[in-house]
């Protein structure tokens, strides 16, 4: 299968096509320090051509859900390095996903500190997962210039303590209604100053970080997650086409080393300014290799590699579920599937590192 065979990725050489998707598995402890079983869980899915990691928390003021992982301490970025040298000891790669939740987050998980967001914007109709139980979103507090600055110095460190920490390089996750989406988006982002207002301005503050990123790592180390047709955590924009292609094109141009684009993955009835399928819509725009994601299986993920539409292909759900993934793609054999309850949290190797090998 040419999903299973060999790929470089910036300096990297990678064993297969197939990404272990970024998963928030929330069993961190109460200090954002990941727990020793976090190294068995990269190390059983260490066959995988790369790992992107969890989202890590890349300061106090990023983080919004319970027990999940940071590295802005040193112990945090410590526990971190017991798992890169274990995945590279087993000839994996790895790769930590930078994370700023902004308004997708909830004072509860904060210590009582109300999210911070480009714009005083609640997230309309959803609820978040709380250590109290689920709630609504609060009206986040507005950045100032200086403080979404200081945002951007955040995420250049957090990659300088990922490179401490032994990973490959770093991902921004910039999909799913987080800070960085929060700022592209017309209905998260009313700012009057340079990262506001037209288009150029609202793709500003992410093309900022990129470039701070490659200054902070060097070549072949920085990539990002996007996701244009997703509108969850109230994302809306009346011309995403115009918006993402945009963007792409100006990122096209910095060092980066791969653009992981997200498919559609909720329905978009209602909205027909957004396309169904991203490759078709923004695929010419990008040079740098693509990681395609969401939904893909077996056969689909096999031939959009073997088209040349994409370079890799990203799992979650099924890399959760299946740590020996590319082994079962090898032979085709039958895939475990997911147990919903154990995603986030649960009990402590159940759902995260007791899912069956293949006898
Ligand atoms: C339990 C779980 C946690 C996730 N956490 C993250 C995350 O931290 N960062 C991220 O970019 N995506 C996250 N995702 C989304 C996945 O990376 C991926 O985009 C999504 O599952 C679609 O791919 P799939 O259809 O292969 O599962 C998560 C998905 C799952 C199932």
Not at 12 to 23: D, E, G, I, Q
Not at 42 to 65: D, F, P
Not at 220 to 241: A, T
Request: with cysteine; hydrophobic share 35%; aromatic share 10%.
């Amino acid at each position: 299968m040419k999903l299973l065979e060999t790929t470089t990725l910036g300096n990297l050489y990678l064993k297969n096509r197939m990404v272990m998707a970024p998963m928030t598995r929330s069993r961190a402890d109460k200090n954002g320090v990941i727990i020793p079983l976090t190294t068995l869980y990269y190390k059983q899915r260490s066959t995988a051509g790369l790992i992107i990691s969890e989202g890590i928390n890349i300061s106090k003021q990023a983080t919004g859900l319970p027990f999940t992982p940071g590295i802005y301490t040193a112990e945090q970025i410590k526990a971190w390095k017991d798992v890169t040298s274990t995945v590279h000891k087993a000839g994996g790669k790895i790769f930590a996903q930078l994370w700023h939740l902004g308004r997708a987050s909830h004072s509860s998980n904060r210590n009582g500190d109300i999210p911070v967001a480009p714009s005083a914007i609640s997230i309309p109709t959803q609820s978040i997962f709380t250590q109290n139980g689920p709630q609504v979103f609060e009206t986040p507090v507005e950045l100032t210039n200086a403080e979404v600055k200081k945002v951007i110095q955040d995420y250049k460190q957090s990659a300088i303590n990922s490179l401490e920490a032994g990973f490959d390089g770093v991902e921004l996750h910039a999909a799913f209604g987080y800070l960085p989406h929060q700022f592209l988006s017309e209905s998260s982002n009313m700012r009057v100053d340079e990262y506001g207002g037209n288009i150029e301005n609202r793709c500003r503050f992410i093309l900022e970080v990129i470039k701070d990123l490659v200054e902070a790592v060097g070549h072949g180390k920085v990539g990002i997650k996007l996701s244009p047709s997703i509108i969850y955590h109230g994302m809306l924009d009346s011309n995403p086409v115009e918006l993402y292609s945009y963007l792409l094109t100006e990122l096209d141009k910095l060092d980066i080393t791969y653009i992981h684009l997200m498919q559609p993955m909720f329905p978009l009835d209602g909205y027909p300014q957004y396309p169904l399928d991203v490759i078709e819509a923004f695929g010419s725009l990008i040079h740098k290799p693509l990681i395609i994601n969401a939904g893909y299986t077996r056969e689909t993920a096999e031939e959009v590699v073997k088209n040349g539409k994409a370079q890799l292909v990203s799992f979650g759900s099924l890399f959760l579920a299946n740590p020996d993934l590319p082994e079962r793609f090898y032979l085709n054999a039958p895939v475990n599937y997911p147990d919903k309850s154990t995603m986030y949290g649960g009990g402590n190797e159940k759902g995260y590192t007791d899912y069956p090998f293949l006898d």
